[in-house]
């Protein structure tokens, strides 16, 4: 078996371009590094730098098992970091169901920086509705989740409130909608309306349903799509509205009844009791500020 000692002293001889710039890179002599080169050729069989020039240049056997002695030095040190973070009992693996609508940019932002301070740990994101959400809490299939809040909760769920998120009705640009200045519920009626629901039937209830003429759908993607093409109006979260109303793609709709944005509340919850280790109490702070 290779010394990890020797193979990081032919890769930093390679990257530093001598023996002695990888000596006082690794706080070595120079002697050191020669003498763990030349034991690591003989456990290879084989040359790995030209010496006979002033400065040691690989050989093509060299250039070839470098790429695997970087790739072995990556992987010892990946084993490092899990050994660490088991020692400091950080989980292998967290859940976490998120309502769809509340993919926001700092989401994203969010998870970019769990994954630098968690290296060892894998996150899995399951994007669904709302009502689904709280079933995949309730039953202990993820342990962190993001909803609307829903009008009624089981004693088995954790819920902390963390802000609001606004909704703005729309439809597309060819809509008949989109030429009105100035809609009442009454006008409403006669236009298909396009909502959501969970993958149990269970449908939002934190948005007004007005138009007699209902269309569902399980995603605020979904949705999107259906209304660009004409087929209905609908409320769509803030943030996925504004870039398809800056290019016109959608027409925000004048509602009577809206004198301000809708704005249901959002709701970070976890299983009752359970035990969140470093990485999970990290993300559950973090995800507090996921609306700020």
């Known amino acids: 078996m290779y010394s990890l000692d020797?193979?990081?002293?032919?890769?930093?001889?390679?990257?530093?371009?001598?023996?002695?710039?990888?000596?006082?890179?690794?706080?070595?002599?120079?002697?050191?590094?020669?003498?763990?080169i030349a034991h690591l050729e003989t456990d290879m069989n084989k040359q790995l730098f030209d010496r006979s020039t002033r400065k040691p240049s690989l050989t093509e056997d060299?250039?070839?098992?470098?790429?695997?002695?970087?790739?072995?030095?990556r992987q010892s040190q990946e084993l490092h970091s899990v050994v660490q973070a088991i020692d400091r009992m950080e989980e292998p693996l967290i859940k976490l169901a998120v309502e769809n609508a509340l993919l926001v940019p700092k989401f994203s932002q969010i998870l970019q920086t769990?994954?630098?301070?968690?290296?060892?740990?894998?996150?899995e994101v399951i994007s669904m509705t709302s009502t689904d959400v709280l079933d995949d809490i309730m039953n202990h299939q993820a342990q962190l989740g993001l909803m609307f809040t829903h009008h009624s909760f089981s004693e088995d769920v954790e819920l902390c409130y963390i802000g609001n998120l606004p909704f703005y009705p729309v439809c597309a640009h060819h809509h008949p909608l989109a030429q009105a200045q100035h809609i009442k519920v009454n006008e409403l009626i006669a236009h298909k309306q396009i909502?959501?629901?969970?993958?149990?039937?269970e449908a939002t209830h934190w948005l007004p349903k007005i138009s007699a003429d209902i269309w569902w759908?399980?995603?605020f993607s979904s949705i999107y799509k259906l209304v660009e093409q004409g087929i209905g109006w609908s409320y769509l979260p803030g943030h996925l509205a504004d870039?398809?109303?800056?290019?016109?793609?959608?027409?925000?709709?004048?509602?009577?009844?809206?004198?301000?944005?809708?704005?249901?509340?959002?709701?970070?919850?976890?299983?009752?009791?359970?035990?969140?280790?470093?990485?999970?109490?990290?993300l559950y702070e973090a995800m507090k500020e996921l609306l700020d």
């Open 114 to 123: 769990f994954s630098k301070r968690f290296p060892a740990t894998a996150i």
């Open 6 to 36: 020797h193979l990081t002293m032919f890769v930093e001889s390679a990257k530093s371009g001598s023996f002695s710039a990888c000596a006082r890179k690794l706080g070595k002599v120079q002697s050191a590094i020669s003498q763990g």
């Open 243 to 282: 870039e398809r109303l800056s290019f016109g793609r959608l027409t925000r709709l004048p509602f009577s009844i809206d004198h301000k944005d809708w704005s249901p509340s959002i709701e970070l919850i976890t299983p009752k009791n359970i035990v969140k280790g470093p990485a999970l109490s990290w």
């Open 217 to 219: 759908a399980n995603s």
């Open 195 to 201: 909502m959501l629901r969970g993958a149990k039937g």
């Open 62 to 73: 060299g250039k070839r098992l470098l790429v695997y002695a970087e790739a072995v030095l």
